[in-house]
Structure formats: structure tokens, C-alpha cells
């Protein structure tokens, strides 16, 4: 008797022990993003104080070095929105075209083949991509920027968002591709059945049957684009200034991301946290791309 | 004596090296309801599917022999399989609206066939509910999603959008087989009524379903048909002996 109670001790031992390391190991991620948050809080939200919340938002001049000094991030927000957008009106319709090309016209052979060929394309270091966007992407811009406009080192808003644009498709090809194939084989026949033709059936019932989850990868793409900083440091140019549309896609600008990386290395007191709170908007940005992501996922499960 | 719809000749149908139908000769009739029966495998359902030409989407399948529909090869190389699918249209085991609104469901048919007037849209729409015996249930809520009907209204939903583009013929492949005993004899008795308009061909597992709705039946085995003729004679007095195993019930 004495015997089975003490191996039910026992068993009870390692339950308990294994459910506590598996709680450890959950606190450990969480504990994770609590302490970047404290982290960008503690180290960039003095400065905001400091500087003051619309003199740092929306501030049209970032010259942490002037007498007195200045810092306004609005010049590197707008550069983030224009690079983002930009990478998002060039990387998602090819991105989409091709999904719904592997899923549904493509041949398996040569499915085969093109299927790890954009896997690798997703483990490309982003040092390597910023090279590429230096010497193949750069130059034909220069050269559309001098033609359309009156000069342009091609180091510009617009190189950043073609190479960015590239850099997204994995993303959005990959989740694309799985929602289309997710989406049952029955409305395709039931369309077929109609008369409609093989496109018609796979653009007007198909992908839109999938379009939360077609959405749900454009957010992971912007998501990718917004956070991105060694490519786009190596082809945006990096100035600090407003771009204006249209011209203002020829010249360079400078992304949260990158002002963050440009400065950090030689940056003190006021300057070092204020580049802190560069991150606290970058973060901001991530958080809520995060929830509206996480927003249409549970809308696409019910 | 009816005319004649669909006439088939010697079809056979292979996937591959598997061969699913063995010299297949059958005649279906205008205005008639044809039953397929037969044990799961025995490829009625491919034949049904080969009527509307939805087997070209199956990777290694082929066939030989003809399907003459009113006496024109539908497998012939000009023939526009898109017409050929506007003119025999399908409702599927499971109910499959497409996950957009009751009219959109609808209204993909015709919009597909170059239907672009609103009017005459919301004419379309309204005559294949009423048709389908459905529009009572779902005219006050078109714009709402087809997918929040219950199991037996999303397939009247799929008649209707069948018979949205104007079919001659209606293929059904077991479309009450997923349905309670209710929605099930709601869907038999639209089918009786719609055989004044069209012909219908329809597979089914459930025997009494073959005798209550059907003019004709025929038996498949092994992909053969075994027997064939009018259902009243294939209950009553089977000429082969597998038949009548099959019919009651001993095996199968």
C-alpha cells in the first residue's frame, strides 16, 4: 500500500515539475516583451517629455547636432509611410498573382521548382538585398529620376520601396498561397459547373474566398517593410526630410528604422533617448500592424 | 416518346491505367427524372460528372467513345465547354454556396454569362429562388451571407443558382444525401416539379429516393451498367440477378 502511494508522490513530482518548466519557459517570451517595453518606455518616454509629444511627432526638422538642438521624427515617419507604401503598391499584386499562380496554374513540376526557390528568397540576409539595391536598382533609378526630373543620385524613397517591395513577396506569397489552397476545392467545381471559365472561377469565388487571408499577409508583409532597416539604410539616401509627392519619391529619405541605426553609434544624453523614442513610435507601428493582423485572423476562423 | 437528351455510346473512362467506366450505353430522355444507383465506387458519379465535361479538371482521366447532347458530340474539339457547362448545370453532394451573400450567390451565373442590368439581375435572381422553392425563406435577407442557411436551404440555394443561368439539363450528384429526412423531401418534391422544365439526372445511395422521384433507373456495377429501364420495372421485376441482390440489399 505504503508502495503504490509513494510512486503516486513520485508521479505527482515530475507533473509538477514538468508543468512548472513549461510555465518558465512561457514567462521567458513574455517577460521578454515586458521588459523591451520598460525598456523603450524608461529610456525614450523622458525625452518626449523633454522635447514635448507634438514638438517630437510632428516636428518638421530632425538636427539633434544645431544649438538648440532639434527633434522632430515627423520626417522619418513620412519616410517610413512612403517606403512602406510604396513597397506594399509594388510587392502585393505580384505577390497575390503569383500565389494564386502556384496554387492554381501552375504545372507540380514546375512547382516544385519554384516553391524553395521563393523560400530562399525569404533567407536572403537583408545586407545582401541592400547590395543588390545598390548596384542593380539604384542605377535605373537614377537614371528614370534624371529623365523625369531635374537630378537624383537614385539613393531614394522609390529604390527603397522597389527593393522592399521584393523583400515582402515571400511573406505574401506564402500565406497567400496556403489560404487559396485552404479554401475548399467545392467552390471552384460549383463555379466551374456554372459555365464560368477556369479564371473567373478562381478570381471571383476563390480568392475571394480567401481575402482575409490574402489581407492577413499584406499586414505581415507591411510589417516586414516597416521594420526593415540594413536594405533600406543602403538604398534610401537617408536625409532627413519630408518628402514631397511626386518628385519627393526620386529623392532620398530616411525611415525610423534607419535613424535609429545612423545615429545610435555616436549619440548622447537628450540625442541617445531621443532615438529611443524613435523606437517607442516604431513600436507603436509594429503593435498595431500586429493587432490588426491578429483582428483578421480570428475574423477569417469564424 | 420523349426526346431524346443526352444519347452515350460505348463510353469508356480511364484514370490513368484504372479503367472507372466499361462500355457505357445509355439513353436519357427530355422532361424525364434519371436515376443512377449503384454501391459506392461503381462510377456513377464519374459518368455523371463526364455529362457536363467536370472530369477534364482530373489530372490523367480520358475517355472514349461519345456523349451526343441532342445529337452533337459534346467531347467534339469546338465545342465551348464553358456552353456546354451553361447549358447542364450541377448541384453537388455538399452543399457548396460560395461564401458571399444569398443574391452574389445567384447572381454569379448570369453575371458570368454577360448579364450586367440590375433589373434584370433582381428578375433572375428572384425567378430562380421562387423556382427553387426557397425565396419565401430568404428574400428578406439577399444581402446576408448564403453561408449562415441551414444545410437543406444551401442546397435549394444551389438549385437556384443552377437554374439561374437556364440550364436544359440538371445534373445532382446524391444532393440530398447530407440533408435530414425534412429538408430531404422538401428537395424530392422541387425535383418532381422541376422535371416539367428539365431533364434531370440524378445519383443517388438512398433506393426509396430512386422509386419516389425517378422515371428511370439504372443500376451501375463495377463501372457497368448492369441494367437499365424504367424504375418501375428495375424495382419490380429486375432482369438480372445482381440487380436484384443490389436492390435488396444483399450486398452493396
Known sequence: MRNVKDRLRAWDFKEILAVWVFRICACGSIAAIALICLFLFLGGGPAIIEIGLTNFLFGRSWAPLNIPAEFGVLPMIAGSVYITVGAVIIGVPIGIFTAVFLAFMCPKKLHKLLKPIINLLAGIPSVVYGFFGMRAIVPVIRNISLALTDGGSGASILSASVLLGIMILPTIIAISESSIRAISKEYYEGALALGASHVRSVFFVVVPAAKSGILASVVLGIGRAVGETMAVVMVAGNQAMIPIFPEGIFRGGRSLTANIVLEMAYATDLHRDALIATAIVLFCFIFLINIIFTFLVRKDKN | ?252
Open chain 2, 1 to 252: 416518346m420523349l426526346k431524346c437528351k443526352f444519347d452515350v455510346k460505348g463510353l469508356d473512362l480511364y484514370y490513368s491505367d484504372f479503367q472507372a467506366l466499361k462500355k457505357v450505353d445509355l439513353e436519357m430522355s427530355e422532361n424525364e427524372i434519371m436515376a443512377f444507383i449503384g454501391p459506392s465506387g461503381c462510377g456513377k458519379s464519374t459518368f455523371l460528372r463526364t455529362l457536363n465535361r467536370m472530369n477534364d479538371i482530373v489530372e490523367g482521366c480520358r475517355i472514349e467513345g461519345k456523349i451526343l447532347l441532342d445529337g452533337k458530340d459534346i467531347y467534339a474539339k469546338n465545342v465551348d465547354v464553358n456552353q456546354l457547362r451553361k447549358r447542364v448545370g450541377m448541384v453537388f453532394q455538399k452543399p457548396n454556396p460560395f461564401p458571399q451573400s444569398v443574391y452574389d450567390n445567384i447572381a454569379y451565373g448570369p453575371i458570368t454569362h454577360g448579364i450586367r442590368k440590375k433589373t434584370d439581375l433582381d428578375e433572375i435572381v428572384e425567378k430562380a429562388l421562387k423556382d427553387a422553392a426557397i425565396w419565401e425563406e430568404v428574400k428578406d435577407r439577399l444581402r446576408k451571407s448564403a453561408l449562415g442557411l441551414s444545410g437543406g436551404q444551401q442546397q435549394r440555394l444551389c438549385i437556384a443558382r443552377a437554374l439561374a443561368v437556364e440550364p436544359e439539363i440538371l445534373l445532382m450528384d446524391e444532393p440530398t444525401s447530407a440533408l435530414d429526412p425534412v429538408s430531404t423531401g422538401t428537395i424530392e418534391d422541387l425535383m418532381v416539379e422541376l422535371r416539367e422544365k428539365y431533364t434531370i439526372i440524378i445519383v443517388t445511395h438512398n433506393m426509396q429516393q430512386a422509386t419516389r422521384i425517378s422515371d428511370k433507373t439504372a443500376f451501375f456495377l463495377m463501372g457497368e451498367v448492369i441494367e437499365y429501364g424504367k424504375t418501375i420495372d428495375i424495382f419490380s421485376n429486375p432482369k438480372h440477378k445482381r440487380t436484384e441482390n443490389y436492390i435488396t440489399g444483399r450486398f452493396g
